[in-house]
């Protein structure tokens, strides 16, 4: 069975995609020309992570992040991709406050950059905070397996639930959290016996970021896939270009053809009028 594709991708095509058996592709974007170019080619769903605090500022960690700065980004994003089914990431400074402060900043995400979704990083105590945000129509992704936001050292990006007991423990969560009414879940870092287990527990799209096989969509940081990510890349990250390396032989050529001054080439420089 397929049904037709509206121009607008939304919860309902991505869950007929998982019952067809049909993955989706997802990656994160922070800016116009990135989220047009994932939308030209046909990516499904776009985040923006808050993995710019280290992928845009240079920070160690995801968390100095201000939600201010990633709502006009997410402006910039759905601009660039107004089809592609948008989430936006609570940063660390609005999953600090209470649970009205989330919903709030939840709101604010959703009315002012257009996103139509919000994801946090989830724990079995975040059940009550997930119900709110469902009651209030919003739709939600809660983050299983590595939480970057709980990460303040590059050390600390370790694979999760690589036993038995911690994928009982994770599977558990993962049922409570969509019980409670989160619309997707998203599982990073943790074995493909851990998204098998979770996608047989629950009846929502389950989105692997370096979760293995058994996801019904995949997820990874767009600068890494394209070559100009950090010093680090994840072992689960296909590295598609290498747009780094580009990248910088253009630096280098602007510099020398300056200093031997080829540039500017006559095609370059304004004429007088006649
Ligand atoms: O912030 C982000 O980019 C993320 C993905 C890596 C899942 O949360």
């Known amino acids: 069975m397929s049904i037709s594709t509206s121009p607008r991708i939304d919860l309902a095509y991505l869950r007929q995609r998982k019952a067809e058996g ?3 592709a997802m990656l994160t974007a922070y800016d116009y020309p990135t989220a047009a170019a994932a939308q030209a080619g046909g990516v499904h769903s776009l985040l923006i992570g808050d993995s710019m605090g280290c992928v845009l500022l240079g920070h160690q960690s995801t968390r100095n992040v201000p939600l201010d700065l990633m709502i006009v980004l997410g ?11 948008l989430v936006g990431d609570l940063p660390y400074e ?9 919903l709030a ?19 079995a105590e975040h059940e009550p905070l997930v119900a709110k945000l469902a009651a209030a129509g919003i739709e939600t992704i809660t983050h299983l397996g590595l939480l970057p936001q709980a990460v303040t050292s590059p050390e600390g990006y370790r694979a999760q639930a690589r036993d038995e007991n911690s ?8 049922r409570l959290l969509v019980a409670a009414g989160a619309a997707m879940l998203l599982l990073e870092a943790v074995p493909n016996e851990a998204s098998q287990a979770v996608v047989s527990a629950v009846d929502v799209p389950v989105i692997g970021c370096g979760a293995g096989p058994a996801c019904d969509g995949h997820v990874c ?12 890349t994840p072992r689960f990250v296909p590295v ?10 253009a630096m280098r050529r602007w510099v020398e053809d300056i200093e031997n001054e080829s540039y500017p080439a ?7 009028r006649k």
């Open 105 to 123: 900043a939840a709101k604010r995400f959703r009315d002012e950059s257009g996103c139509d979704a919000v994801k946090f990083e989830a724990r």
């Open 240 to 249: 598609l270009a290498r747009l780094g390396e580009t990248t910088r032989a």
């Open 75 to 85: 402006e910039a994003v759905r601009r660039g991709a107004p089809n592609v089914y």
């Open 94 to 102: 609005s999953m600090a406050g209470g649970n009205e402060t989330v």
């Open 266 to 272: 006559p095609e370059h420089v304004y004429g007088m």
């Open 22 to 24: 049909r993955k989706f």
């Open 221 to 232: 940081v767009t600068q890494d896939m394209l070559g100009i990510g950090g010093i680090r």
């Open 167 to 174: 994928i009982t423990k994770l599977t558990a969560d993962a």
